[in-house]
């Protein structure tokens, strides 16, 4: 069964260091995810659902910041509506995921959705209350061990914190 790596950066510019190097160690965009709050730090990160690489990055280049033109070359982009939390940038599988459970109308918010991709209530709780304060959650989708730690040894040097392992039965 696959497996995701989840973790949180802090700022939009440890969100793009940690995208970069997951795709210059090989990663596939469709593997990763991110999942933010709209309108983070000022620095206008609203980006209108998109699904190809080309208008997403000139989508996510235009909403400006860092993060932004990296977000275009993830796979899918959308806004979630989350009780509780307001509205999140999501791309990469991710989005789908969440969306195909119903993310935004559930009464258990992200941490619901989250629960139900596989990570433990406890790490589901904390995600939700690092993304109420700013932080960006990142997601690797793994093939197998040896992807597992090559995400993690990338996202921790890049300063990622609260990193968790999850089964992806959902995803």
């Given amino acids: 069964m696959a497996k995701a790596?989840?973790?949180?950066?802090?700022?939009q510019a440890e969100a793009a260091a940690i995208i970069e190097r997951l795709h210059a160690a090989g990663f596939h965009s469709?593997?990763?995810s991110i999942l933010a709050p709209q309108n983070q730090g000022g620095e206008g990160l609203s980006i209108d659902k998109q699904t190809k690489a080309l208008e997403g990055t000139a989508t996510g280049a235009s909403a400006g910041g860092v993060l932004g033109g990296l977000v275009g070359l993830l796979a899918g982009i959308g806004t979630l509506a989350v009780p509780g939390l307001g509205i999140l940038v999501a791309a990469g599988p991710l989005l789908a995921t969440l969306s195909g459970i119903g993310i935004g109308a559930s009464v258990g918010g992200l941490a619901g959705g989250?629960?139900?991709?596989g990570i433990p209530e406890y790490e589901a709780k904390r995600y939700e209350g690092h993304l109420e304060q700013?932080?960006?959650?990142v997601s690797?989708?793994?093939?197998?061990?040896?992807?597992?730690e090559r995400a993690k040894d990338i996202l921790e040097a890049a300063g990622a914190t609260d990193l968790a392992v999850a089964r992806e039965a959902a995803a």
């Fill in 134 to 137: 700013g932080g960006i959650l």
């Fill in 30 to 32: 469709s593997d990763v």
């Fill in 114 to 117: 989250l629960i139900g991709l």
């Fill in 140 to 148: 690797v989708h793994c093939k197998d061990e040896t992807d597992i």
């Fill in 5 to 11: 790596l989840f973790g949180i950066a802090r700022t």
